[in-house]
């Protein structure tokens, strides 16, 4: 499975552009798409592979945000406010507790 996030771009010179993941900033390769500064693009594998509308791609960092917590670069929620989706979402893989069968995971 391939997974593009979106990226706001903050600048282009040619090809190349800085985009901002909600805090980290990268260069990517912008030759496939029409982006400019203020745009957002999914990015996937360096490159920016689509151009996407504002409000989508803030709906799209929330619901990262609620999967991943702080490891999107968006704000996590308070403690209190986790439930059982993002409660593990600052560690890795290797130290979360094994799924359950049948507990609705592939």
Same mark, same amino acid.
Do not use: W
């Given at each position: 499975m391939c997974l593009g996030i979106p990226a706001l771009v903050? @600048? $282009?010179? +040619? &090809?190349?552009g800085r985009v901002d993941f909600g805090g980290t900033a990268r260069e990517v390769n912008l030759s496939l798409v029409d982006a400019r500064a203020g745009d957002y693009v999914i990015v !996937?594998?360096?490159?920016a592979i689509q151009v996407m509308e504002e409000k989508q791609a803030l709906e799209t960092l @929330?619901?990262?945000r609620e999967v991943y917590g702080e490891q999107v670069g968006l704000p996590a929620p308070p403690e209190a406010a986790r439930d059982e989706r993002t =409660?593990?979402? +600052?560690? $890795? =893989?290797a130290d979360r507790p094994a799924r359950k069968k049948g &507990? +609705? !995971? =592939?």
């Amino acid at each position: 499975m391939c997974l593009g996030i979106p990226a706001l771009v903050k @600048e $282009r010179t +040619g &090809d190349i552009g800085r985009v901002d993941f909600g805090g980290t900033a990268r260069e990517v390769n912008l030759s496939l798409v029409d982006a400019r500064a203020g745009d957002y693009v999914i990015v !996937h594998a360096g490159f920016a592979i689509q151009v996407m509308e504002e409000k989508q791609a803030l709906e799209t960092l @929330e619901l990262f945000r609620e999967v991943y917590g702080e490891q999107v670069g968006l704000p996590a929620p308070p403690e209190a406010a986790r439930d059982e989706r993002t =409660a593990y979402s +600052g560690q $890795r =893989a290797a130290d979360r507790p094994a799924r359950k069968k049948g &507990d +609705g !995971h =592939a």
